[in-house]
């Protein structure tokens, strides 16, 4: 009989149809990183290239402008040597000769017409002076010379150079025109045959006009070129525009405004330094060398980084042009390769699907639009009881055994919204039931369309549905029956304990709170012993008036670890029980444990005096030695005490009653019981406890009641006697003021 499902499900089409190239977020993502990859490996090895070539660029004008610095100090040092030898020259001429012996007039206008000559063809010459022997300054070739002086050192016998030597002075500025000029003096010893000193001869030479000189003949001479002395002091160089931090006049110091290169000047005779904003070559000469005396001077000269990457700026634009090409090009190659994945993946899947299609665990018959059966899997041979071979070229129809009314219901459905499902059962086995999936959908290339038709057999499920139905009418009694949780939560009940429970919301309710006053109060221990008994029987929702009560029994079912998984509670109409100590089994006589020692004062007062009298005072010591050396003992010490509760609340007189007085302590007070009848109570509480495995470690101490003491001293006595009975050994009972 056929089946139709409620619902029919959207159309989905076959896994055939979407075997062709799909994009997947897992393909995108991977894609996208690799992409990702590239333009950022493409970016780096771009910008280290164009550092590298701006550094190689820095490096070889760096060379080359060392090898110049190298020239140029080589020629100064030439042109200083050449001025000592003018300057000796001038010594030793004739015409200074005869003036010094003679001292005429006529000779030192000759002399001066002649050394003006001489300047005039010597552009570095600045002016030529003449000196007697006290240093005093007698006449120069120009005026700017008339104040200068020569150092102590030079004259008499402290000067310590002579004869054919040349002293020459460390480089100093003098102001011409309103502005410095850098220059430096050579002095010439004017002697006698005796070789007493009889003048002094001063050439000065400016050191900007020498430079001036040899600049043009340099190979770049647009280069910057700067001389300072070994103080950093700027002597030649000073420019309109220079670079930040250097100096910017004549006499300004290096040390000051840029320490970092001074430092590594000082440290070095020679070498590079890479700056912020220039490329600094450095090299340090010695114009000349005399007794005692070193003349050494640096010359600088930089490059801006902005001019580096000027002259760089045409490779850079190539490198950049050539690594944008190649990132398009590697971009569309790494395209391709997930192409072409993916085409031989949808390949392989296709293959895969048509190989697999008919070899799986389904049943699967593909059925063409006129309702023939093309092909047919082994499994859904199995299923219709028939081979597959022979399932070919049937009618679908015949297969299903269905009837034509049925039948073309069904094709239309399915044809219409895509897809049919539906149970049946055959006359071959009629204790099988097989669920039928009808897809319609069309092929991929020359869009014919076909039914695959997926059968599955549901012959367990069929028999589950079965079963279930068999067990709700076998539940549907009349006793109330709920199955609920560990904590009282209700999962199933039946309509009997709706109807005994009239009125009240039960949906999603607990146990514990619907039978608040009767179950909640005493929940935990009903089941501590629903777990080691197995199940707990009481009489619950008795009044005074009523003469009948509900029977509950509540059945525990264990899991593997030993806790209470579920409880099957039914509730049945009992007449009511006395409550005495023969029904102890069913219902405890005092199911109240005073929790402090203040309501078991107020209990002792309220006692009569007869039963005061007679009473004797139970202390119980339930803690086996050396429960407690550790703080994670103190739950199991309150476990083992609610037991211990629970088996004593069981066999408890009515007349007794139970308080909590320490961790591990349990005072119990027994009205109208003489010291006789107290060690008996005693003694069968532990045989009781000792035939469910608590005796151990517990000690009794027994006193009885004194006239006129108070609650605290008859608790006293009973611990004296505690005391005694764990002092004792075997004798666990102890009994204190008793006759």
């Not at 007085?661 to 045989?687: C, F, N």
Request: with cysteine.
């Amino acid at each position: 009989m056929l089946k139709p499902n409620s619902g029919l499900s959207p159309s989905l089409s076959l896994l055939a149809d979407s075997q062709g190239v799909r994009w997947s977020h897992q393909r995108i993502l991977a894609l996208s990183s690799q992409l990702a990859m590239l333009v950022i490996s493409v970016v780096l090895v771009v910008n280290v290239s164009i550092t590298l070539g701006e550094r190689r660029l820095q490096e070889e004008w760096a060379t080359q402008r060392y090898s110049e610095l190298q020239t140029v100090g080589a020629m100064i040092a030439d042109k200083v040597t050449f001025q000592q030898f003018r300057t000796q020259t001038f010594a030793r001429g004739e015409l200074l000769r005869q003036y010094m012996e003679s001292g005429d007039e006529q000779l030192k206008q000759k002399l001066l017409l002649q050394w003006t000559a001489l300047q005039k063809n010597m552009p570095e010459l600045m002016g030529i002076a003449l000196f007697n022997t006290k240093g005093e300054f007698l006449f120069a070739s120009t005026d700017l010379f008339g104040r200068q002086t020569l150092p102590p050192s030079l004259l008499g016998g402290a000067r310590n150079m002579g004869g054919n030597e040349i002293y020459s002075s460390p480089m100093e500025f003098l102001s011409v025109n309103g502005g410095l000029e850098p220059y430096m003096y050579q002095l010439a010893w004017l002697e006698n045959p005796d070789q007493s000193v009889r003048g002094y001869l001063v050439t000065y030479n400016s050191m900007l006009r020498t430079l001036e000189m040899i600049k043009p003949a340099l190979s770049a001479g647009q280069s910057p070129m700067m001389m300072f002395d070994t103080q950093g002091l700027m002597y030649a160089g000073a420019t309109d525009a220079p670079l930040p931090r250097l100096p910017e006049s004549l006499n300004a110091s290096l040390r000051q405004s840029y320490p970092a290169l001074w430092r590594q000047m000082a440290m070095s005779n020679f070498g590079q330094f890479h700056g912020d904003d220039a490329t600094f070559v450095y090299l340090k000469v010695d114009l000349t060398t005399q007794y005692e005396t070193r003349r050494e001077y640096f010359l600088v000269s930089y490059i801006r980084n902005d001019d580096i990457a000027a002259r760089f700026a045409r490779w850079q634009t190539i490198l950049i042009v050539g690594a944008a090409i190649m990132t398009l090009l590697a971009s569309a190659a790494l395209i391709l390769v997930h192409l072409y994945r993916m085409e031989q993946r949808a390949r392989f899947n296709s293959i895969q699907l048509a190989a697999d299609l008919f070899t799986g665990d389904e049943g699967l018959l593909l059925v063409n639009d006129a309702g023939r059966v093309l092909s047919a899997n082994r499994k859904a041979g199995q299923l219709l009881s028939l081979e597959a071979t022979q399932l070919t070229d049937r009618s679908l129809q015949r297969c299903l055994q269905l009837d034509d009314a049925e039948y073309q219901q069904i094709v239309e459905r399915t044809k219409t919204k895509g897809e049919w499902q539906g149970e049946l059962k055959l006359d071959t086995s009629p204790s099988a039931t097989i669920r039928v999936q009808l897809r319609f959908t069309h092929a991929n290339r020359d869009k014919q369309q076909y039914f695959l038709a997926e059968l599955t057999d549901i012959s367990e499920l069929s028999e589950c549905r079965k079963e279930e139905s068999l067990q709700r009418l076998l539940a549907d009694s009349a006793v109330a029956t709920a199955l609920t949780l560990a904590d009282g939560t209700l999962l199933k009940h039946n309509s009997a304990f709706e109807q005994l429970l009239d009125g009240v919301e039960i949906q999603d309710a607990n146990l514990t709170e619907l039978l608040e006053n009767d179950l909640g109060n005493q929940w935990p221990r009903i089941t501590q012993m629903v777990a080691m008994q197995g199940s707990w029987q009481g009489q619950i929702l008795c009044s005074s008036s009523a003469a009948s009560c509900l029977q509950a029994t509540l059945k525990g079912h264990l899991d593997e670890e030993g806790e209470i998984e579920y409880l099957v509670c039914t509730l049945e109409q009992a007449a009511r029980a006395p409550r005495g100590r023969d029904n102890g089994q069913l219902i405890p006589n005092r199911s109240t444990i005073l929790a402090n020692i203040e309501d078991l004062s107020r209990y002792f007062d309220a006692l009569t005096d007869s039963g005061r009298s007679g009473a004797c005072l139970m202390l119980m010591d339930i803690s086996p030695a050396g429960m407690l050396s550790h703080m994670s003992d103190i739950g199991q010490l309150e476990k083992r005490q609610q037991e211990v509760e629970m088996h004593l609340l069981r066999e408890l007189p009515t007349n007794f009653q139970i308080s909590h007085w320490q961790l591990g302590k349990l005072v119990i007070i027994l009205p109208h019981t003489d010291a006789t009848e107290a060690h008996r109570y005693a003694t069968e509480s532990m045989e009781q406890l000792g035939s469910h495995g608590l005796s151990e470690g517990i000690c009794i101490g027994i006193a009885s009641y004194q006239s006129g003491q108070d609650l605290e001293a008859f608790i006293s006595h009973a611990e004296i006697a505690l005391k005694r009975a764990k002092q004792t050994g075997d004798q666990k009972i102890c009994q204190a003021f008793t006759r």
